[in-house]
């Protein structure tokens, strides 16, 4: 089968499109045909060797996929041969940029039906990011203030509906390039970043404010400021810790996404509802990997990408 791999961490020329022996499956693993992966920035990371996950080399990229099922290994209960299945896999194992791949099946669930097979691999870690951020991290209910920073993007806008969904309000800042998404997704309120400083427009503070920008330490303490008595801080930025003011019982946490199918069965049930609308921006084919991660390694990929093999 063809795949997509490295054998050695380093920049995107150590990516080979390459033959490779076909997986099977052992005991709880199902087998995938994969239908597409989705390009994350853990990918470059990984790739490039500065994010600290271990992965076994060679390694196949792509841990958001989806497929059909095409073999099951032992003990496997609840899927069979055929099964659309959408799935967020162990980051340290081999992943989707391939024509196929192994999967624990306790990490699949039945795909949305309401969108193309390939494009539902966009959906796993980055709706599951903006959830467990919002709910799990942030324990945010009805009625309460959230502060997105950087909301323009998939997980920006995915938190978004999931919090207006939930009947908070939301706060979001946002580039003139992406307001009318911000808006579309739901947000009440809409702060252009490039024109007006954050600490200036909120105009009432928030139980939790929600950092999904690479913004810089000092602004990011600054913003604590907006955040009541007792609010919770949480921040996607895993490369820097998230601020807290212990004086005022304000919590911090950085959110490490972790697979959950539960969680993801709930968000290909509210694609499938109309109430979180799936974003694909872009759509490759495999042997175009290595040049989008090249792309990547230049600066931030806009939107979401899947690959296709």
Known sequence: MKAVRFHEVGGPEVLQYEEIDQPTPGAGQVRLHVAASAF?????GMRAGFLPIPVVLPHVPG????????????????????DAVIGFLPMTDDGGAAEYVLAPADALVAAPTSVPLADAAALP??????????????????GQRV???????????YAIALATRAGSYVVATASPRSADAVRAAGADEIIDHTQTGVL?????????????APIEPDEFTALVSLVRDGGVVVSTTAWMPAPDDADRGVTSVVVFVQSDAEKLR????????????????????????????????????????????
């Open 63 to 82: 841990y958001d996929v989806s497929g059909t099922i095409d073999a099951i290994g032992e003990g496997v209960e609840g899927f069979a041969i055929g």
């Open 40 to 44: 994350n920035a853990a990918d470059n």
């Open 200 to 212: 200036d427009a909120v105009s009432e503070q928030v139980d939790l404010l929600l950092n999904l």
């Open 266 to 309: 709930e968000l290909v049930g509210l694609v499938d509802s109309g109430d979180l609308t799936l974003e694909v921006t872009r759509r490759i084919p495999l042997n175009d990997l290595p040049a989008l991660h090249a792309e990547a390694a230049e600066g931030r990929i806009a939107g979401k990408v899947i690959v296709i093999p």
């Open 147 to 157: 502060l997105i920073v950087g909301a323009g993007g998939v997980v920006g806008k």
């Open 125 to 142: 870690s980055v709706a599951l990011t903006a959830r467990q951020a919002l709910f799990d991290d942030g324990g945010l209910t009805a």
